[in-house]
């Protein structure tokens, strides 16, 4: 028996990604989302959402590039304090001992120590609500190479990406494999 | 050290939803996708993006409306062969043996099966480029009572939501509590 629970963002799984921008001045900054996903596979874009209060936000606007860094679970701790305070009042980068690099493609920072980088050049900003999101065109992804399989794939075991559970503001770990796409489904 | 994938659509994690929708007969359809995320907290709005080419893309624009049906793994089988073919040459549901229910809210299906689902009304159609992005505002989330807590809240380890990724076709299950958000980042 199903219950109403209202009008909520309870949905899951849900990403953890941190978006690197620089402000006018260069300063990088980072900011943990989880409002985002993919939506489109050519051009290949992601969607991330932030609020107009946010300093990434008027970064984006300024610079029309981000970047979206996968932390793997060993950083949770950077992530959430990544989500919690305002590059206007830190230095997030100084304050949490993780280094920014430049992007090759946008002008973007992204983070160093995380595996998974995907630098993104702003082609859509959809005023929704609270949130606006924008729409980056993925210019190229990065990984590194220790989690690369021998086909050149990433091991998602390896990458151990987090998941957000909006609910009860949980981090989660990645778990076992469950089954092949576009496959499993066709032995009925 | 980095290595260069190339401009694609390779983040981690992505989520495994199934879309409910009528068509102009009101047949329900359901389609599985992993583009899609939560986009604004007010007016509460989910993401999702669909090729023109599928059955639901003209459903969605038909009825306005679309549910986002959230499988526990236990329905692997059913929500591949969701994605694997057309409502346009099969009839899902009698083919899963998966019931179709009436929402409340929108004019659009919903998996009687499935824990947990989201009736949304489309308010933004955005074209990108292979696909078309739909934002649905969040009318009302149904779940399953046996998976709610006592205060509440959707259980994530009861629920066990299904997570894609992307660059292998893979199919994974929700892993362990990492840490609680907007809390372990602050313990530093």
Redesign the interface.
């Known amino acids: 028996?199903?219950?109403?629970?209202?009008?909520?963002?309870?949905?899951?799984?849900?990403?953890v990604?941190v978006v690197g921008t620089y402000d006018k001045e260069r300063k990088p900054n980072v900011a943990t989302v989880?409002?985002?996903?993919?939506?489109?596979?050519?051009?290949?874009?992601?969607?991330i959402?932030l609020r107009k209060a946010t300093y990434s936000y008027g970064n984006i606007i300024e610079k029309k590039a981000f970047t979206?860094n996968?932390p793997s679970?060993k950083y949770?701790?950077?992530?959430?304090?990544?989500?919690?305070v305002s590059g206007r009042d830190v230095d997030k980068f100084a304050e949490s001992g993780l280094t920014s690099m430049e992007s090759?493609m946008v002008d973007a920072p992204y983070v160093k120590e995380f595996p998974?980088?995907?630098e993104c050049k702003l082609?859509?900003t959809?005023e929704?609500?609270?949130?606006t999101?924008f729409?980056g065109?993925?210019?190229?992804?990065?990984?590194?190479?220790f989690m690369?399989?021998e086909n050149?794939?990433?091991d998602?075991e390896k990458?151990k990406?987090?998941?957000?559970?909006?609910?009860?503001?949980?981090?989660?770990?990645?778990?076992?494999?469950?089954?092949?796409?576009?496959?499993?489904?066709?032995?009925?």
């Open positions: 028996m199903k219950k109403s629970l209202g009008a909520k963002t309870l949905v899951y799984p849900l990403p990604w989880a409002w985002g996903g993919i939506c489109c596979s050519d051009p290949p874009c992601i969607a959402s979206i996968v679970e949770v701790r950077e992530v959430d304090y990544f989500g919690t090759d998974v980088v995907l082609i859509h959809i929704i609500g609270l949130h999101e729409i065109e993925i210019m190229d992804v990065k990984a590194e190479e690369l399989m050149g794939s990433i998602i990458l990406p987090v998941i957000f559970a909006p609910d009860i503001s949980g981090y989660y770990g990645i778990g076992k494999p469950i089954g092949k796409a576009f496959s499993i489904g066709r032995k009925r």
